[in-house]
């Protein structure tokens, strides 16, 4: 029991809280530049599992993905093999910041221990939104945070005897597992509170999403405040209860699954216990190195921080496995002995339902009224390929663009095969912090069977530089 701070002959201490992305890429970092004569790691994991993609878990359920080990990158053996002391089904309850130590339980006995630390990564990630309403807790009712929860998932999937399946939310999350349980042979409704599907578009872009899963058999139900879940027999789900817009009554929508897609929070009650600093979103905030505000000794990085946007200035939570896997390399680097930093993001991200592609970086209309910024807005129509080589699919591209200067400030792509991962163009165009005139010079790659002849982003970029001319007229 490590009570206090003990002389351990010049070798330092790294603990990590958490072994997902954040937590594990930083103590593998960590190792590689300082070996364990020097520096010993000792990593706290409440779950069964270590550097999995819980992105991936919609592909699994929807059986995209075979088999559950897939979505595992690197197991606890493997860790341990590379000279990490990683403790599965161990909590991490209490920070100590003034004596610089942890209190962990194990999980499965309850014993509880203190351990010290000379350097201290927090990787606690997010927690799913769950709303505390009448029968949440039902059985049938379903969250997909971790592999646990999407085995959960399959396990009811398997035995339950219909096939109706309700998803609330109508987010990244919720429509993946709205296509992933379409695949299943289920019929889906999805109830969002919000006035279109993802909410990280604008509402134009968003209607274009609402009337493609319709046209895939997805009922989407907007305006809908889930207010109950029903049970039946067994106290296993039969429903789920919501108010439609502006007092239009109450609807019972029949299920025999459920599933949570409502979006998650920063998991930092321990941090805030410790008196660490938390942002406006409640993640915990870091400087360019991913060190904890204030504190010296102590990193933080995943789902648990805020970052920076680099577009408006201000403080985002975004919780995603690319940032997760950067900032923990920026933390190893940094906890090893080097130097690194994680400047910021401009918020990209794309999805799909079926043969839908979703994608969006920047800011989004609302954000840039928030931000105080003056735009323009432009929204084009186009095509993967040229129009006369065979698979040529449509795509929508929004193009948001700051009114006096020309900056490019966002785009949202909505589109089939092919329009996703146009979003990169945008996104490298933000960082860089382009006009919308300079990206229609950019030199990107042509051939009909991938582009027509002036590419969808550039075209949109070629119709916000005249609107942003003549609102300088």
């Known amino acids: 029991m490590d009570a206090t701070r003990p002389d351990r002959g010049g070798r330092e201490r790294l603990v990590v809280i958490g072994g997902d992305a954040a937590g594990m890429s930083a103590a593998s970092q960590a190792r590689r530049l300082r ?4 520096l010993e790691i000792i990593a706290f994991e409440r779950g069964h599992f270590t550097s999995f993609s819980a992105c991936g878990i919609p592909y699994w359920v929807g059986g995209d993905v075979a088999e559950r080990d897939e979505l595992i990158a690197r197991t606890p053996e493997e860790h341990r093999a590379r000279g990490i002391d990683l403790r599965m089904r161990t909590e991490v ?3 100590d910041v003034a004596a610089a130590r942890v209190r962990a339980r194990d999980v499965d006995s309850g014993t509880e221990s203190w351990t010290s630390y000379d350097k201290l990564v927090i990787a606690t990630g997010a927690r799913p939104v769950r709303p505390e309403l009448p029968g949440m807790d039902a059985r049938g009712v379903h969250g997909v ?4 929860d999407g085995q959960a998932l399959l396990d009811t999937l398997a035995t339950t005897q219909g096939r109706r399946a309700v998803v609330v939310g109508a987010g990244y999350i919720g429509v993946e597992m709205a296509e992933a349980l379409l695949n299943r042979g289920y019929e889906v409704t999805v109830l969002n509170r919000g006035t279109e599907p993802m909410a990280t578009l604008d509402p134009d872009m968003g209607r274009l999403v609402h009337e493609a899963m319709e046209g ?13 879940v029903l049970t039946g027999a067994g106290g296993r789900v039969r429903g789920v209860v919501a108010e439609g817009p502006e007092g239009s009554g109450r609807t019972e929508y029949p299920a025999d699954v459920v599933v949570l897609g409502i979006g998650v929070r920063p998991e930092t009650a321990l941090a805030k216990a410790a008196g660490l600093p938390l942002g406006a979103h409640g993640g915990l905030l870091t400087d360019l190195a991913m060190r904890v505000r204030g504190h010296e000794n102590i990193w933080a990085g995943g789902d648990c921080v805020e970052v920076l946007d680099l577009v408006s200035g201000s403080e985002r939570h975004i919780a995603l496995g690319t940032h997760a896997n950067k900032q923990g390399q920026v933390i190893g680097t940094n906890a090893g002995g080097g130097y690194a930093t994680f400047p910021g993001v401009v ?5 799909k339902v079926c043969a ?6 920047g800011l989004r209309e609302k954000d840039a009224r928030r931000a105080g ?12 390929r040229a129009g006369y080589y065979p698979g040529a699919a449509p795509m929508t591209v929004k193009m948001l663009a700051e009114r006096r200067t020309g900056r490019l400030l966002g785009t949202q792509i909505v589109g089939r095969e092919g329009a996703a991962k146009r979003v990169d163009v945008a996104a490298v165009a933000l960082t860089a912090g382009m006009t919308v005139e300079r990206m229609t010079a950019l030199d990107l790659g042509y051939a009909p069977p991938f582009s027509p002849v002036w590419d969808p982003v550039l075209v949109a970029a070629r119709k916000a530089t005249a609107a942003v001319r003549a609102q300088g007229a």
């Open 145 to 148: 945070q971790t592999l646990d």
């Open 35 to 38: 070996d364990p004569e020097r």
């Open 93 to 95: 309850t209490e920070i």
């Open 347 to 351: 918020g990209t991200a794309v999805s």
């Open 356 to 361: 839908l592609e979703i994608a969006r970086t």
């Open 216 to 228: 895939m058999g997805i009922t989407m139900v907007n305006g809908a405040e889930v207010t109950e």
């Open 373 to 384: 910024l003056q735009y323009v807005t432009v929204t084009i129509e186009s095509s993967s």
